[in-house]
């Protein structure tokens, strides 16, 4: 398998994207929730303790970048909707350090898709950085906003 098959397969989760409607010029196919959901699936297999918790995430971040990048080059189209690694590694974001229950877990899902989908200043800018980096900061910076906003739900 070449680097950049590699690359295509592990961004697009496996070939889920794959299951979701696409059609020419559509930037809302489904995919991203797919990818989520992945992402929901894989987040019961990360570390529970903070600190390697963080340490996982932020090397799937890293990665995240470089593969996304070479999956972005392959289908020749900047964040492609195809594309869900990003999804998944916003959803690890927006669910970092909340409780390991079903209800922070659906929250920072429902949160996460929210953000993701909006697409609030500042994040929104990331997509203009290049390659990867432009695919994956966006949806890691609405992570973030969507963990800090489920932190302040879950202690109310």
Known sequence: ????RA?????TGLGISY???????RKWTGAGFLGTVEGLALWTLLPASPWPYAAAVAVAVAASCWICG????SLKTHDDP????DEIVGFWV??????RT?????????????????????????????????VVMDDVGAGIVANLL???ILRI
């Not at 690359?7 to 961004?11: E, F, Q, T, Y």
């Open 94 to 99: 927006a669910a970092a350090w909340l409780p």
């Open 102 to 134: 079903w209800t922070a877990a659906l929250l920072a899902f429902v949160l996460f898709r929210f953000f993701d989908a909006v697409k609030l200043p500042p994040y929104k800018y990331l997509e203009r950085l290049p390659g990867g980096m432009g």
């Open 7 to 11: 690359g295509v397969m592990l961004a």
């Open 82 to 85: 195809r594309i869900v690694l």
């Open 19 to 25: 299951i979701a409607p696409t059609g020419r010029g």
């Open 70 to 73: 070479i999956a972005e080059r």
């Open 150 to 152: 489920a932190r302040l």
């Open 1 to 4: 398998m070449t680097l950049e």
